[in-house]
């Protein structure tokens, strides 16, 4: 064999040597590929059929911050309450289970305890340890869902509370898990829950059972049955409350300031709060002494300042933004809610209201009976989240 047909045939042999090794490759990748590709599909199938639990619950546990008195802790407090005063008399027991947030983790704070203001609440238990089993169920506050699956093993059962839609900043994505209960506080917490559902599901059957209403409701101490009474009685009268308007200052300020400057000096307007937080005595004390409350921040759920500010003879004004948009949730009458931002309409209509006042609060009585409902209504919501955890579950 000559160099030429020598080298000719070298090459040949190390290009079927490289195709044998590239085809040999090849295979390899398509084997490790099909391998893979049986967990990704059992992933994704996991994901869309993971079902609703339907073991019977003996314990729920109400997750909540502790030594914090605001409208979420105390309606967690509220929901303790109800669940083991219910009229049904089931073996289900509530407690209160307090955590704190550690870098994304949930820290039980065993030692933590009720603050004085939930003594009003006579049916409250404390957790001292957590029987992570799979008759437990554990609600989690709407702003705390990326701490689901972080408490212990996770054994446990997991509902959401959306007490609002707004502070979750859109971290809970898992629209797709159906082992997650949702209790809505809102008509705009319900239909967000639904559309989310819905969209992750896609064809799926929509299961109603996975979503729950459950409200909350302005506590005693701010109604006219307690030490507020006396307070109240001193604001009586027309002349006797000093303060025109009030706002809060932390929602929807730049709207505020644009009814200000178009009223100039004509009106007082007196923020709640601001740089120093207020107690829930002190917020009280300024809306018994106010004749108007105007709201045109967000709703991120039922608000409690409105109602609050209803109950304590106000009229309230309001945008129709979130829950704002929902009578169901705002049921004020329509005039006083504002669709279209016009300084105009507001400037006009906060006259007619401070110089016709006693007429016009008249208007809100249907909200504030509304608003004095809201306890009971609490209780029917409970008595449907035990049926449905507890007595329509046959294991």
């Known amino acids: 064999m000559d160099f030429n047909a020598m080298l000719s045939k070298l090459k040949r042999d190390a290009a079927a040597a490289s195709a044998s090794e590239a085809s040999s490759n090849k295979r390899l990748r398509t084997n490790e590929k099909d391998e893979e590709t049986p967990v990704i599909t059992s992933i994704t199938a996991k994901k869309k059929t993971r079902p609703l639990p339907t073991k019977k619950v003996q314990r729920i546990y109400l997750v909540c911050p502790p030594n914090v008195q605001t409208g979420g802790p105390e ?3 509220q929901l303790c309450d109800k669940i083991n005063s219910s009229a049904l008399k ?6 209160m289970l307090y955590i704190d947030d550690q870098r994304g983790r949930a820290h039980f704070m065993n030692h933590a305890k009720p603050l004085a203001a939930y003594s009003i609440y006579p049916n409250i238990k404390v957790c001292s340890s957590l029987e992570d089993t799979d008759s437990s169920l554990v609600i989690w506050p709407e702003c705390w869902t990326n701490l689901i699956d972080s408490l ?3 054994e446990y059962q997991k509902a959401i509370w959306w007490l609002s839609v707004d502070n979750n900043n859109g971290k809970f994505q898992d629209w797709y898990r159906r082992d997650i209960l949702h209790l809505y506080q809102s008509e705009y917490a319900k239909c967000y829950i ?13 299961k109603t059972e996975q979503v729950l209403p459950m409200t909350e409701y302005i506590p005693p101490r701010h109604r006219s049955d307690n030490q507020y009474s006396s307070l109240a009685e001193q604001c009586e009268s027309e002349s006797e409350r000093e ?3 009030l706002y809060n200052p932390l929602k929807g300020i730049h709207y505020t300031d644009a009814i200000r400057k178009r009223s100039e000096s004509k009106f007082r307007f007196t923020p709640i709060g601001g740089k120093k937080r207020l107690s829930p005595l002190e917020v009280t004390q300024l809306l018994i002494q106010a004749k108007v409350y105007i709201d045109f921040g967000p709703h991120p759920g039922m608000d409690r300042l409105p109602r609050e500010a209803a109950i304590a003879n106000c009229i309230v004004i309001t ?3 979130g829950a704002a948009f929902h009578d169901t949730d705002v049921p004020i009458p329509d005039k006083y809610k504002i669709g279209t931002f016009d300084v105009d309409r507001i400037h006009k209509l906060l006259k007619e209201s401070l110089e016709n006042y006693k007429e016009k609060t008249r208007e809100f009585d ?3 009976d509304w608003i004095a409902s809201q306890e009971n209504k609490m209780e029917n919501c409970v ?3 035990i049926s449905s955890v507890v007595t329509e579950r046959l294991n």
């Open 75 to 77: 309606a967690m407090h």
């Open 90 to 95: 089931t073996e289900v027991s509530a407690f």
């Open 152 to 154: 212990q093993t996770g």
């Open 194 to 206: 639904i559309k989310n559902v819905k969209t992750a599901i896609k064809g799926d059957e929509f």
């Open 243 to 245: 303060h025109e308007i």
């Open 319 to 321: 945008n129709k933004e």
């Open 366 to 368: 249907s909200y504030r």
């Open 383 to 385: 008595e449907g989240l």
